[in-house]
C-alpha cells in the first residue's frame, strides 16, 4: 500500500500541482475541493493508473468514492490488483 | 474611428509638440488616413485619424467657432443627424457634415451632460479654453479605449497605453494586483490596467481635469431596478425588441465608406445580417474557420451565406499560425490574457482590412444583455439544485451543460455532480453565478514566484470586486447579477477589448455594435429573466423575435460559444522561437513573476502533448502573455515602437 501510495501521490503533485503544494496534501483531502483535479484531470489520473498498474477501470467505476483523494485511490488500486 | 492622446500640463509649459507627435504615431494603426497635432498654453491635443463620416471635413483636433473648445475625438455619435438638427433648431451654424462637430457643439450646450444625449461608441477629450479645464469621456459599455496617467505636473492620456509610454517620462512597470485580476476574472477592474500607475477610465464614465485635480464621474450605469415594472405579453416584448435593434443597425450604418458585417454561424451575427438586409444594405461579410472541427463553424456559416445571399470572404486560423501572430496581438492587446481567441480575430481584421473595408457590424453584447452565456444556464441549474441538494433528479440538468466540451461530456453523473456541487453557503453568495468559473482560473496561481505571493500577501480580489457592485445588487434576482458581472466585467474588459477594439484597430477596421445601443440594453434589462433564458433555451426572446428572419437551422441551434486553439498552438512540430525563449527557467527566473521549475514542469507536460485540461491551457496562455508583455513593454519597449504594430 504504501509503495502504491508514492507512486499515486508523486504523479499528482508532479503532474497536477508541478511540484508546489504536496506537502500540504493529505491523504484523505478531496482532490476536487483542494481544486487539484479537473474534468480533464480525472481522465489524466484514470490513464495513469491503468498504465502504471496494469488493470482497466471500468466506467461505473469513475466515481468519487474511488478517486477523489489519494487515500482513496489507494484502497481502489490495491483492490483492482487483487481482484485482477 | 480613430487614435487620441494629449496632455495637459500644470507645470506653466505647452506640451512638446514632438512629444505629442511620437505619442500619436504609436497608436497610428488606429488611424492611418492622418495625424494632427494641436498644442497651446497647457494643453496638447493629437489625434491619428480613420477616416468614415464627412471624408473631406472632419480632421482633428477641431475646434469650434471661435477656437474656444478643442476635441480629439475617438468614436462615432451615431445620432449626429438628429443632434445635429437639434442644435441648428436652437440657432447653432456648422462648417463641416461630421459627427465631431455636433459633439463639440453639444458640449458647447449642454456642458458634460451632452453624452447622456450621445447614441454611439466613443473615447474623447475636449479642451475648454474657457473655463480652463479638459473634459474626457468614455462610452456607456466601454466600446471604445481611454487610459491616463498622472505625472508630477502633467496629465497623460491615450487611446491605448503604449501611447502613454511613449512620454519619456511614464515609468512602465507590471502591477502584480492587477496580474491577480486577470489570474482570476481573466481581465483587469477599472480603473486597474496591468501596468502600475496606469489607469483607464470605467465605461460609463466621464472626468475633468483642471487646477491638477482629476475627478471621475459615472454618467450611467447599468441598473436592473425597472425590473417591477408592469410586464407585457411574450409577443409585445419581442416586437418592442426587434423594433429597436432595427434603429440601432440602420444608425450603425451611417457611414461614408462601405459596411461589412461578420459572420459566425451563430444566432447574433445571423440577426445583425438580417437587419442590414432589411436596411438594404449592401451585404459583404467576413468569417474565420478553423481546421480543428471542435471550434470550426463553416457549415453554419455556409448555410448563412447562402440564406442572407452575401458575398462573403474568409480566413482560415491554423494552430501553428496562432502562435506566430501571438507576439503582435499582444501588443495591441496590452495585458495578458488566459485565452488565445483574440489571435484569429486578429486575422480576420486584416482580411477586412484586405478587402478594403474600414467598418463591420457584429453581434457582440447579445449574449450579456439577453441572456447567452452557458455560465448563465450552469448557475441557472447550480441554483435550481442549491436549493434542494438532496434531489436525485435536478442535477441530472447537469448533463446539458456544455455539449461542446468532450471531457466534461464524457464524465460520470458521479463526478458531474461532484464539479458543480453546489456548497450550502454558495447560493447566498454574490458571485454564485462566477466561482467556479474563478475558482478555476485562480488555480494558475499556484505558478506565482515566492516574491509575487509574498507581495500580494493573500490579499482577496473578490473584495475589490465587491466594492465595484451597484447598490441593491445582493436583492437582485440570481440570473441578473449573473448578467451584471458579465455586463460590467467580461464585456469591457475582455470581449470589447482584447476580443474587440484592440484586433480590429490593429488593422484599422471599426467594429459597431447593435446590440450594445443604450436603448435596446435599457429595454434588455426590462425584460422579464424568464423570457431571456426559457427553461434552459438561451436567448429565447431574441429567437422569437427572428422567427422567420434568420435561418431555422441557426435560430433553433444550441449556442457555440467562439474559442479557438488554446495551447497547443505553441508546441506544434515548429514551436516559433519566442516561445522557448521567454518560457526558458532563465528568462522566468529574470523576470521575478512566475516560479521557473513549476513553469517548466507545465512546459514540460505540453511538449509532450500531456496538457490538455483547461486549467493548464489557461495557464501557458496567461503565463507567455504576461512575459511577452514584460519582454515587449518594459525590456524593449524602444524596439517595438521602432518595429511597429507588426
New interface residues.
Partial sequence: MEAIEKEVRCFIIEHFLFGSGGNGLKSADSLLEKGVIDSTGVLELVSFLETTFHFKVEDHEIIPDHLDSIGNIVVFVDRKKKSA | MCGIAGIYQWDGKTPDQDRLHRMIQTIRHRGPDGTGVFAEGPVGLAHARLSIIDLSGGHQPMANDDQSLWVTFNGEIFNYLELRQYLVDRGYRFSTTSDTEVLLQMYADKGEDCVKYFNGQWAFAIWDKKRNRLFLSRDRAGIRPLFYTTLRGAFVFGSEIKSIFAHSEVKREIDVEALDQIFTFWCTLPPKTAFQGVYELPPGSSMIVEAGKVTVRSYWKMDYTFQDEAEKSEEEYAGILHDLLVDATRIRLRADVPVGAYLSGGLDSSVIVSLMKKANASLETFSVGFADSEFDESGFQKQAIDYFGTKHRDVFCKEDEIGRIFPDVLWHMEKPVVRTAPAPLFMLSQLVRDARYKVVLTGEGSDEILGGYDIFKEAKVRHFWGRHPESQMRPRLLKRLYPY?P??Q???E??LK??F?VRPDDVNNPFFSHLPRW??TA?MK??YSDEVQSKLGGGSVYKTMEELLPKGFLAWDPFLKAQYLEFSGLLPGYILSSQGDRVAMAHSVEGRFPFLDYRVIEFAAKIPTRLKMKVLNEKYLLKKSFQNLIPETIRKRSKQPYRAPEGKSFFGTHPPDYVMELLSPDRIAQGGLF?P???Q??VE?FRRG?A????ENMAIIAILSTQLLVDQFIHHFEERIAYGGH
Fill in positions: 466540451l471531457n466534461l464524457k464524465q460520470s458521479s463526478y461532484a464539479f456541487y475558482e478555476l488555480r499556484m505558478f516560479h521549475e513549476r513553469v514542469k507545465l507536460k500531456q490538455i485540461g483547461l486549467k
